[in-house]
């Protein structure tokens, strides 16, 4: 995907995410997408948790030089109480994130594209990496972990 489509990735994921659980029981939500996995209900909270952290990361990169972006332990928030929250907390999260993220996304300078932060775990990371690697994450999530076991449920 091109830097457009990516940032229009960013912006479409509230509606395609709150699509992918409407109509969703507890007893649904609380359903791991595969064996070991994280339930429906956490994946949820875990793009908002995710999302946020990489917005916060790009802000960095494009107001310090190469800064420390740091990481966190997915598995152990996914753990925490807020996980067990219904849905509509992190929906009303991504919602608000998104729509500042595809905006702040959107008014980057070609010339800030390759801006750089050091990840502990990754390494050098550019502006340009992280947009497409959140561009696809959410798309997976939804895609692949959530409507996969929807299909694979008959839900």
Do not use: C
């Not at 457009?4 to 359903?31: F, H, K, M």
């Amino acid at each position: 995907m091109d830097r457009t489509q990516n940032i229009n990735a960013i912006r479409a994921l509230p509606d395609a995410l709150e699509a992918s659980i409407r109509g969703l029981s507890d007893a649904q939500l609380d359903t791991p997408y595969r064996q070991g996995g994280w339930t429906v209900r956490q994946v949820v909270h875990h793009l908002a948790d995710s999302h946020i952290n990489a917005f916060v990361r790009m802000k960095l990169i494009l107001t310090e030089e190469n800064p420390a972006l740091k990481p966190y332990d997915q598995d152990d928030w996914a753990k925490l109480d807020d996980s067990r929250l219904p849905p509509a907390s992190s929906l009303a999260i991504i919602r608000g994130l998104h729509e500042r993220w595809a905006v702040l996304l959107s008014a980057v300078p070609e010339t800030s594209w390759g801006r750089k932060g050091f990840h502990p775990e990754r390494g050098e990371v550019t502006l340009e990496s992280m947009l497409e690697t959140y561009a696809r994450h959410g798309a997976k999530h939804v895609e692949q972990h959530i409507m996969g076991l929807r299909r694979t449920k008959g839900w």
